[in-house]
């Protein structure tokens, strides 16, 4: 397959599809995979007590991510070949404009 739809097709847009939205579900949940404790150099898969300073989620949220997208490379191409080009690209552009909106609160308090 060659041509500007190249871009829009196969595992790999799938997987960034995928990755994108259980990054904002993850996030929008406030679900994690583990947290990270810069002050005491430490990591955990629950929230501890305040006493080891605040945790950290963004690593969990690009952990949970990365493993989600990756999930795009197990499924069968017959599976991806259904999803047109334009439905990725237009899904794309969604979560583009998704986190726009929810990430717009900074600006306008």
Not at 9 to 19: E, K, M, P, V
Not at 26 to 34: G, K
Not at 50 to 70: D, E, M, N, R, S
């Amino acid at each position: 397959m060659s041509g500007p739809n190249q871009l829009w097709s196969g595992r790999w847009a799938a997987a960034a599809l995928l990755a994108s939205v259980a990054y904002i579900v993850a996030y929008s949940q406030e679900v994690t995979l583990f947290y990270y404790y810069p002050m005491v150099n430490e990591w955990h898969l629950s929230a501890q007590p305040q006493a080891l300073g605040p945790g950290i989620t963004y690593f969990g949220w690009k952990a949970l991510g990365i493993v989600t997208g990756a999930m795009a490379f197990l499924l069968p191409m017959k599976w991806l070949a259904w999803i047109s080009p334009t439905v990725l690209q237009w899904g794309a552009y969604s979560m583009v404009l998704t986190v726009c909106v929810h990430e717009s609160h900074w600006f306008f308090r």
